[in-house]
C-alpha cells in the first residue's frame, strides 16, 4: 500500500490565532475539544483555489455551474463507487439549511419528523425550524455496536411521520449505519409514504476499516424515498465557507429540490463553492492522509481510556473525529462536561444536548495532534482521581 501524505495537526500556538469559535470561546487554560472543527491545516489544493479567488478579486455571487456538481459526482465515484448524475446536485450554504429546506417542501406545520438520538443537537432545533415536531427513535445499542430502532422508526411513521432525518455516518458515536439496514429503512419509508433526509456530511471522514453506504445507493426505494445532503466541510474544515450539496437520484425527490425558493440556492459562498470543488477534485490524497492521522488518534485515545480512564465507556467510532464517552461511572453529577471544563479545563460535548439518551456522556474532538489529546485525556484523569472505584 501507498504510504499517505503526512498530514499533522497545528500547534496550540498557531491554532490560538484562529478566530472561529472553537478558539473564542473559552481562556487560553481551556483545551476546546468541544464543537466538530479540526485542528488541521487547510489542504494545500483548498488554500491554492481561495488564493487565486482572492488574486483575481473573484468573490461575488456563485454562478451555480455545473462544476461544484462535477467535482461532487466525481468524488462521490471514486469514494464511493455512488453514481451520481450532477444534474440532480444543487447546493446551498450549509447542510443544516439544505435540511430545513427540504423538510419544509415535505411536511405541514405540526408534523412529526423522525430523528434518532443520541444525535446531533441541532436536529431536535432543525425540525422546528421547518414547522415539524420532533418524533424521537433512539438507536439500540448491543454487543456488536449501534442498529437503528426499525420498529420505532416504522412506528412513527405508522403514527402520521412523514419525514426522518437519519444522520449517517451517526454523529456523536461516528458509526456509519450498516447497507442491510438502510434498505429496511428505505422499505419502511417506502410503505408509509415517508421521506429520509440523509444528513450524510460526516461521510468523507469514514475510517479506512469501515464503510460509508451512501443512502441514495441502496434501493430504488431509497432513490424514491430519499435525499442525501452533504458538503466538503468536515473532512477539509470549511465550515465558515458556507456551501453544501442536496443530491436526489428520482424525478420525485427533484421536484422537492427544485421546488424551493430560489434564494435557497443564491446563498452558496462563491469562496465555498471553489474550495469545496478544489477538495473534491484535488483533495483525496490529503484526505486520506488526515484519516491515518485521526486513525492514530482514535488508537491512542483507547489507549489512554485503558490506561488513565478506565472507568470511562467507549466504543471506537468508525468515522469522523468524535468520541461518545460514557462517564457514568465517574460520577460527576448531573453535568459531567460543565464539571470537567471547571475542574479540567477540557471543554467538551455536554452528552445531554444530545437528547436525554447522552445523560452522562461527554462528547470529544479528536481531531487535534496526539500531544493535546493525551494532554486533555491527563487532564481529565488528574480531574477525576478519587471520584470512583476503579477497579
Ligand atoms: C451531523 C451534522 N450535520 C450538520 C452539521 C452542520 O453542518 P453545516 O455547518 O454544514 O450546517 C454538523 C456539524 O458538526 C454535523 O455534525
Known amino acids: 500500500m501507498l504510504e499517505s501524505m503526512d498530514v499533522r495537526a497545528q500547534t496550540l500556538d498557531e491554532l490560538r490565532t484562529r478566530t472561529s469559535v472553537k478558539w473564542r470561546s473559552y481562556p487560553a487554560d481551556v483545551l476546546p475539544l468541544f464543537v466538530a472543527e479540526h485542528d488541521f491545516p487547510l489542504a494545500e489544493p483548498v488554500a491554492d483555489a481561495l488564493h487565486a479567488c482572492i488574486r483575481r478579486s473573484d468573490t461575488g455571487y456563485s454562478s451555480g455551474g455545473p462544476e461544484l456538481p462535477e467535482a461532487f459526482a466525481g468524488f462521490a465515484l471514486s469514494r464511493w463507487g455512488w453514481q451520481v448524475d ?32 443520541p444525535v446531533y443537537p441541532p436536529f431536535f432545533e432543525l425540525v422546528r425550524e421547518a ?3 420532533v418524533a424521537e427513535a433512539p438507536l439500540l445499542e448491543d454487543a456488536e455496536g449501534w442498529h437503528l430502532d426499525l420498529t420505532a422508526i416504522e412506528d412513527a411513521f405508522a403514527a402520521g411521520a412523514k419525514a426522518m432525518v437519519l444522520c449517517n455516518p451517526h454523529n456523536p458515536l461516528g458509526h456509519p449505519h450498516d447497507r442491510s439496514e438502510l434498505e429496511a429503512l428505505a422499505a419502511i419509508a417506502e410503505r408509509h409514504g415517508a421521506t429520509v433526509v440523509s444528513d450524510e456530511i460526516h461521510a468523507p471522514l469514514t475510517h479506512r476499516d469501515a464503510r460509508f453506504v451512501p443512502f441514495l445507493t441502496v434501493s430504488e426505494a ?16 470549511l465550515a465558515g465557507l458556507k456551501c453544501a450539496v442536496m443530491v436526489t437520484a428520482s424525478p420525485r425527490m427533484r421536484a422537492i429540490i427544485e421546488g424551493m425558493y430560489q434564494e435557497v440556492f443564491w446563498r452558496t459562498s462563491h469562496l465555498g463553492v471553489h474550495a469545496s470543488i478544489a477538495a473534491f477534485q484535488h483533495g483525496s490524497e490529503w484526505l486520506d492522509g488526515l484519516l491515518a492521522s ?8 483507547s489507549r489512554l481510556i485503558h490506561q488513565k480512564l478506565p472507568g470511562v465507556g467507549f466504543r471506537e467510532p468508525r468515522a469522523s473525529y468524535l468520541a461518545w464517552l ?3 461511572r465517574l460520577q460527576l453529577g448531573d453535568e459531567p462536561a460543565r464539571h470537567l471544563l471547571t475542574r479540567a479545563r477540557v471543554a467538551l460535548g ?24 493525551t494532554d486533555a485525556v491527563d487532564r481529565i484523569a488528574a480531574a477525576t482521581i478519587g471520584t470512583y472505584d476503579r477497579h
Open 86 to 117: 450532477p444534474a440532480h446536485v444543487r447546493s446551498t450554504a450549509d447542510v443544516s439549511m439544505g435540511i430545513v429546506e427540504c423538510l419544509r417542501g415535505l411536511i405541514e406545520p405540526g408534523d412529526r419528523v423522525v430523528i434518532t438520538p
Open 131 to 133: 414547522g415539524g415536531v
Open 222 to 237: 431509497a432513490r424514491e424515498h430519499g435525499i442525501s445532503i452533504t458538503s466538503a466541510s468536515k473532512a477539509f474544515n
Open 294 to 301: 485521526l486513525e492514530e488518534n482514535r488508537a491512542l485515545l
Open 326 to 328: 460514557d462517564v457514568r
Open 350 to 373: 455536554a452528552g445531554r444536548d444530545f437528547g436525554v439518551q447522552g445523560t452522562g456522556f461527554v462528547r470529544l474532538n479528536f481531531g487535534c495532534s496526539p500531544e493535546v489529546l
